[in-house]
């Protein structure tokens, strides 16, 4: 029998450490009004108003657009033609490339899975992929093509010099020259992070490597990268592919390998502002069926805490769910409804989203409105540290 974890896959897919935004630019966020997209600025007020249908994060001073397309709500229209363009609403690069493939419902097979994780249309480090019906390639901000004829499945963003492509149904890391710096063999791959990026392989083996391939810390089963120089880990691992036993403990691995939390908690999750979150006394996992015969498991149970460097409980386990922090604030679930704590445990947002993401390094997250906002419940919105700076109209 399989296991899949499926918190590391979502965090394989989503945590993207190449879009990068210098602070010179305008900080302007994607939203959408009435089926049309426009941006806003920190503050909540349109920078660009609602009228293309779709526009991707602005990264680099630049966001692609979408015109003619058929909007399908949140998602990417399956048609319509891309270009870029400026904090001004200049069109700098016109609209000619082609809509990446439609995202299919789930449950999704690995390879569909692959294919929907591309980060196209966003420039990092100078560069964005976009698609030409056929496959992916990579432009610079003129508009000259870069990085072309690998035959990209699906692209991700460039993070310290390297990003991660579908190449034959493989995932492999490139240059910003365009060559294979490590050859394609990963079921999935995350962006490089101080040095290491997570992989995992066919048989489910997942683990970190360096910027030349080569696996680190092969006595521990690792369930993300590094963040903050520390990641969580699994103990007591030997070797094993799958047929992970469910009673295996978590600790935190620094990163010179050293074992700085023993593995002695339920789930560990990523370390930020001196803290990571912590469960105990947690249930035996249910195990959950996905497409392909792959397994995940899903907690129940117990609380959630945050712990220090050492091991210690910093904040005492009392949350139904935690993320860890990001920029400053922590996601929490208490009662049912997410809100926010700051390192030392005082309400930013006492518990009232349905839903709630993490703070960006700019200072606003995203989360789903629910009673306490009854004219606007079910709707997305964004907070910053202060206010909800925009409703989903």
Not at 215 to 222: A, I, K, N
Not at 327 to 333: M, Q
């Amino acid at each position: 029998m399989k296991y899949l974890y499926l918190f590391s896959i979502l965090s394989l897919l989503f945590a993207c450490g190449g879009k990068p935004q210098a602070e010179e630019h305008p900080i302007f966020y994607s939203v959408r009004d009435r089926n049309l997209y426009g941006c806003i600025n920190l503050d909540g007020d349109w920078t660009i108003p609602p009228q293309y249908a779709y526009i991707a994060p602005f990264s680099e001073g630049m966001g692609a657009i979408n015109i003619g397309g058929a909007t399908q709500g949140r998602d990417m229209p399956a048609n319509g033609k891309w270009g870029f363009i400026d904090a001004k609403n200049n069109i700098v690069i016109n609209p000619k490339y082609i809509s990446p493939p439609v995202r299919k419902a789930q449950p999704y097979d690995l390879h569909e899975l692959s294919l929907a994780s591309f980060e196209g249309y966003v420039f990092s480090e100078g560069l964005a992929a976009v698609y030409d019906g056929k496959e992916w390639f990579y432009i610079n901000q003129k508009d000259s093509i870069v990085i072309s004829g690998l035959g990209i499945q699906s692209p991700r963003c460039f993070s310290e010099g390297l990003a991660a492509v579908y190449i034959n149904n493989k995932w492999g890391y490139i240059d910003k020259n365009g060559n294979i710096a490590i050859p394609p063999r990963f079921l999935f791959p995350a962006n490089f992070h101080q040095g290491h990026a997570f992989v995992m392989e066919d048989d489910l083996d997942a683990y970190c490597i360096d910027r030349t391939g080569k696996r680190l810390y092969e006595q521990y089963r690792l369930t993300t990268t590094f963040r903050n120089g520390y990641a969580p880990v699994k103990g007591g691992f030997r070797g094993e592919k799958f047929e992970i036993s469910e009673n295996k403990k978590m600790g935190l691995l620094d990163s010179t390998g050293y074992l700085c939390v023993p593995t002695e908690f339920d789930i560990v999750r990523s370390f930020g502002s001196g803290l990571a979150p912590a469960l105990i006394g947690s249930e035996p996992k249910t195990v959950l069926p996905l497409k392909d015969d792959y397994q995940t498991l899903k907690s129940s149970g117990g609380k959630w805490g945050f712990i220090d460097s050492k091991g210690r409980y910093i904040i005492n386990p009392r949350y139904e769910d935690a993320h860890g922090f990001s920029n400053g604030y922590a996601a929490v679930k208490s009662g049912g409804l997410w809100g926010y704590i700051e390192p030392d445990a005082s309400w930013l947002y006492e518990p009232q989203f349905p839903w709630a993401g993490d703070f960006n390094k700019l200072g606003i997250a995203k989360v789903m409105l629910g009673e306490a906002h009854r004219p606007y419940h079910g709707k997305h919105a964004m907070i910053n540290p202060d206010k909800i700076v925009w409703t989903e109209p």
